[in-house]
């Protein structure tokens, strides 16, 4: 199948979108991905009442060698994993799958959640995330409010060599391409590398002040400063404060 061939690619996180799996069949995948040495975060699919098959579904992916932890609410078209990128700095995943053109009110359910996904990056604060997956749409239909992610895409088709629908949106700028020999049939896994370390993403980090020797209140009035110079004062306090003004 597709997802046992994605298990196969040599990456460090895999964004797996329409697994078709509820609560009676995931498991065989899960145990799939853990013999291959996966492990991470899914959301099941939804149950069609007409055919009684499950739709969507998400997940992120990573090696079991590297922890991950689902953040946040979980639908069948969208997850978030945070998964350790560095000792101190943790990467924010998201796995994505919009609707597609076709399907009824397809246009104002995309928007709405871009406005979502808009909203949980900003939550994030100084931390790098990535939102990646199948967004039915071209790079440049989704409106991400309040912020202004680099759009990480090759501009070459990924579904059926007609339409960019797998794409990402960062915190900053990264480097991708496709695998143009994938014997994966319709959507063409597309593969980012991170190009740069936590410090070009998230900038320097500022050194704290060198600490001082200081006293405190009952200490200082055990040992009284030593007593100053003593001069006398010429004229009246109205001759001295035009002096001191």
């Not at 799958?97 to 076709?102: E, G, P, R, T």
């Not at 990535?130 to 749409?137: L, R, S, T, V």
Request: net charge positive; charged share 25%.
């Amino acid at each position: 199948s597709n997802f046992e061939k994605s298990l196969k690619f040599k990456a460090d996180i895999l964004l797996i979108q329409e697994h078709w799996r509820g609560p009676d069949d995931i498991n065989s995948w899960q145990s799939k991905a853990r013999h291959a040495g996966w492990h991470g975060a899914w959301s099941l699919g939804v149950r069609n009442p007409v055919t009684g098959r499950h739709t969507s579904g998400v997940a992120v992916l990573t090696r079991e060698t590297r922890p991950i932890v689902q953040v946040g609410t979980a639908d069948d078209r969208m997850i978030t994993a945070m998964v350790p990128w560095t000792r101190r700095t943790a990467l924010m995943v998201t796995s994505v799958y919009c609707w597609d053109s076709k399907k009824h009110d397809a246009a104002n359910k995309n928007a709405e959640r871009h406005k979502v996904l808009s909203q949980r990056a900003r939550e994030y604060g100084r931390v790098p995330w990535i939102i990646g997956g199948d967004w039915n749409q071209p790079t440049e239909v989704p409106r991400f409010t309040g912020l202004n992610p680099t759009i990480v895409s090759t501009g070459e088709p990924t579904f059926e060599n007609k339409t960019c629908i797998d794409w990402s949106a960062v915190s900053n700028g990264l480097g991708t391409k496709v695998y143009h020999d994938s014997t994966l049939h319709g959507h063409k896994p597309v593969e980012m590398i991170i190009m740069r370390t936590p410090d070009d993403m998230l900038g320097k980090k500022l050194f704290t002040p060198h600490p001082f020797d200081g006293i405190l209140k009952k200490q200082a009035k055990q040992n009284p400063p030593e007593e100053g110079k003593y001069y006398d004062l010429n004229g009246t306090l109205e001759d001295q404060w035009e002096v001191w003004n």
